[in-house]
């Protein structure tokens, strides 16, 4: 191989491994149990495969209100099943976080509060929201099982900030 195809590939990887880092591909998540605080979500609910057209769409309606200030919010999702399971079937609730019940919602939305006062792992990190949620769950039960707890199938994430993910389960009782 010439000397300019291995610089090439050096500057190729460099920037690839740049790109990984800023969007907080090395970031590790922060994974306590706590107590979870209520929360109250504007949204839709979504039965289906992970592959189904509506699965995306219901994200991308969710982005479009909160960008255009329609709602204010941040994204925000509740899982019924496991979202990182072996089965492609999800059962959820997709939508927004937000602080005011009176707002106005859109057609289609609902709101949906989840109380607060449980005992739950929260597992947090910084990084894209793209590569967030798989570091969050790998993690949360990774603790989970180091600390011999037991976790009920429902999965509360939101995306407080650009590049920062949370994710609250409930212990079972």
Do not use: C
Not at 6 to 35: N, Q, R, W
Request: proline content about 5%.
């Amino acid at each position: 191989m010439s000397r300019k195809f291995l610089v090439a590939i050096g500057v190729i990887m460099a920037v690839m491994v740049g790109i990984y880092a800023y969007v907080g591909g090395f970031s590790e998540p922060k994974v306590l149990v706590t107590t979870s605080e209520p929360l109250l979500f504007a949204g839709q609910p979504f039965e289906g495969t992970i592959k189904d057209k509506a699965f995306g769409e219901a994200y991308q309606k969710a982005a479009k209100l909160v960008g255009e200030g329609k709602i204010q919010g941040v994204l925000g999702n509740i899982y019924y099943n496991n979202p990182e399971g072996k089965s492609d079937t999800v059962k959820a609730f997709i939508g927004v976080l937000i602080r005011d019940s009176t707002i106005t919602l859109p057609e289609g939305y609902q709101l949906l509060h989840v109380p607060g006062g449980r005992k739950v792992v929260h597992s947090e990190i910084n990084a894209h929201y793209m590569i967030a949620p798989g570091k969050l769950y790998t993690n949360l039960f990774a603790y989970a099982e180091a600390n011999k707890l037991q976790l009920e199938d429902f999965y509360v994430e939101w995306f407080p900030e650009d590049r920062k993910a949370v994710v609250e389960v409930p212990l079972k009782e």
